[in-house]
Nanobody, 121 residues
Framework: QVQLVQSGGGLVQPGGSLTLSCAAS????????MGWYRQAPGKQRELVAP???????NYADSVKGRFTFSRDNAKNTTYLQMNSLKPEDTAVYYC???????????????WGQGTQVTVSA
């Protein structure tokens, strides 16, 4: 059974920083595309920082220059470093990964449980 377990998040003042992590565990043969999403109250879920297996990241315009996506392949863990946080960044953040569980097997999308990030003075 594959799981994505998130940690981090919380309450931070505007201009502050937070780091989110997402650790994958279970039967994992290969991890392909991964990314971070967020959903603000009353808003649709938004793609924040996708990354391909080749390492290319395409940040949303709203977070460019402030957020950094990274991936530790040895630990099957991804991170989202968030700097210069704004109230508009307040949302529930989710990690996502496309994972192949066995050789020649299919790929499936998995989601983390979500982490609340609140930016407020």
């Amino acid at each position: 059974q594959v799981q994505l377990v998130q940690s981090g998040g919380g309450l931070v003042q505007p201009g502050g920083s937070l780091t989110l992590s997402c650790a994958a565990s279970g039967s994992i043969f290969s991890i392909y595309s991964m990314g971070w999403y967020r959903q603000a109250p009353g808003k649709q879920r938004e793609l924040v920082a996708p990354i391909t297996s080749g390492g290319k990241t395409n940040y949303a315009d709203s977070v460019k220059g402030r957020f950094t996506f990274s991936r530790d392949n040895a630990k099957n863990t991804t991170y989202l470093q968030m700097n210069s946080l704004k109230p508009e960044d307040t949302a529930v953040y989710y990690c996502n990964a496309e994972i192949q569980g066995r050789p020649a097997g299919p790929r499936f999308n998995f989601w983390g449980q979500g982490t609340q990030v609140t930016v407020s003075a």
